[in-house]
């Protein structure tokens, strides 16, 4: 294919795959409803981003059509790419055919699959494997979310939803943890514990699955298994630059997924790779300081673990208050997992919730910020739901020694960048 066009470029996936396709001599452009950091890199990297969307966006010569999952078969572009006969394809269907004839890692799990990815290609190109690696996330040390490699191994952050980790066929399927999640999906735990279970079921004998055989969730979808079954929790603990031991449970799978590709790799290699990382856009990353001297940090965390566990990282570092404003992402997501949410913030002093990140969804009226707040407070903690500007003023009374974080899978991280002077 020599030309291809990317509806919803700014994706975290579809910009990594636009990017492999220019590698590859490609003609790509793109489109999407707003710019932000991710379309600005592309077009640092000469790939036109047209915006808004609309059906002249799609160039005469287009071949073929990727678009992300966010986009609907009504969207405009898409209904032109359909009158004039030109092949569409979802971002993961794309992924899973230039993956298919290469050797896939393929890093999944709820929690620590874009960090884990992150590191373990971070080992691997500091060894010389030379792999591509698209990741969730711009990864710091490589300067994007995509790296072009010049070898066989293909390393790749996978996702659940929608089944979209069955598209790929890796020969190493990593496998940090498993929490009900995406509940728009899975009606439950067993829902998601079935697609996973199919996931592990098709790693090929020859290959292998790194992953904790002692969690409880996991432990019972093994037996569908025909490659041999590493624990990356025998790893030991490495010295990280980043917090948490979240962290330490991600650094101990990605080394094990480094020797399980490359079985010869020093131990001194490892240990400097991840020493070394620096870690992923969005995942407990610090963004300065307010005007006041409080430290500013964003993370990703939008399950009620992550929350829990980046608080408690934030906790150890912090010798003043904790502010934190949480954007809850999903209306399904905030509903189905409201008593975990509610339990996650009690490392936080004061915790401001902002209004639901609808994305996909449509609101029925049954959960919303102030009804998280409530319970939230019922549980012991101060919170309050807020709008993104009461927030900041919120944000402006903490001082030295205090931290500020903002967290969600939403557009939140703009307070952050607004609170240390950023944007």
């Not at 993956?99 to 992150?118: C, D, I, L, N």
């Not at 010049?150 to 990593?174: G, I, K, N, Q």
């Not at 001194?268 to 070394?276: F, I, Q, V």
Request: aromatic share 8%; glycine share 8%; proline share 5%.
């Amino acid at each position: 294919m020599k030309n291809i066009h990317f509806i919803g470029i700014g994706g975290i996936g579809m910009s990594a795959l636009a990017q492999y396709f220019k590698d590859r001599g490609a003609a790509v452009t793109g489109s999407d409803r707003e710019r932000g950091p991710v379309t600005e890199m592309l077009e640092e990297k000469g790939i036109q981003v047209l915006v808004p969307q609309g059906a002249e966006n799609v160039p005469e010569d287009a071949e073929q059509v990727v678009y992300s999952d966010a986009v609907p078969a009504d969207n405009p572009e898409r209904a032109q790419a359909a009158r004039r006969g030109i092949p569409q394809s979802s971002y993961f269907e794309m992924l899973g055919k230039v993956s298919a004839p290469m050797r896939t890692v393929a890093v999944a799990g709820t929690h620590g699959k874009t960090t884990t990815t992150g590191m373990l290609g971070s080992i691997l190109i500091n060894a010389g494997a030379s792999p591509t690696v698209i990741v969730g996330s711009i990864v710091r040390d490589f300067g994007s979310n995509y790296l072009r490699g010049e070898s066989d191994l293909f390393v790749v952050e996978a996702c659940e939803y929608r089944d979209h980790l069955l598209e790929l066929s890796p020969a190493v399927l990593v496998v940090t943890n498993l929490e009900w999640d995406h509940t728009d999906w899975f009606p439950s735990l067993a829902a998601l514990q079935e697609t996973f279970r199919k996931a592990l079921a098709r790693v090929p004998a020859n290959g292998a699955i790194v992953t904790r055989p002692g969690d409880p969730n996991i432990a019972p979808l093994l037996g569908a298994a025909k490659a041999r079954i590493v624990d990356y929790a025998k790893e030991p603990a490495f010295d990280l630059r980043l917090p948490g031991e979240f962290n330490r449970m991600n650094a101990r799978a990605a080394a094990a997924a480094a020797r399980t590709v490359l079985p010869g790799i020093a131990d001194d290699a490892l240990r400097g790779s991840l020493a070394d990382f620096r870690g992923t856009w969005r995942r407990f990353e610090y963004k300065g300081k307010t005007a006041n001297g409080a430290d500013v940090y964003d993370d990703y965390a939008h399950h009620p673990t992550a929350v829990r566990e980046t608080l408690k990282a934030l906790r150890a570092r912090t010798k003043g208050k904790i502010f934190v404003a949480f954007h809850p992402h999903l209306y399904s997501r905030t509903k189905d997992l409201l008593d975990g949410f509610a339990q996650s913030f009690k490392d936080a002093d004061e915790i401001f919730i902002a209004p639901i990140y609808a994305a996909r969804e449509k609101d029925d009226g049954s959960v919303s910020s102030a009804l998280l707040a409530a319970r939230v407070r019922a549980n012991g903690a101060g919170a309050t739901a807020l709008d993104f500007e009461a927030i900041e003023r919120e944000f402006a009374k903490a001082g030295p020694g205090d931290a500020v974080m903002t967290m969600g899978a939403g557009d939140i991280y703009k307070v952050a960048d607004r609170a240390a002077g950023r944007a």
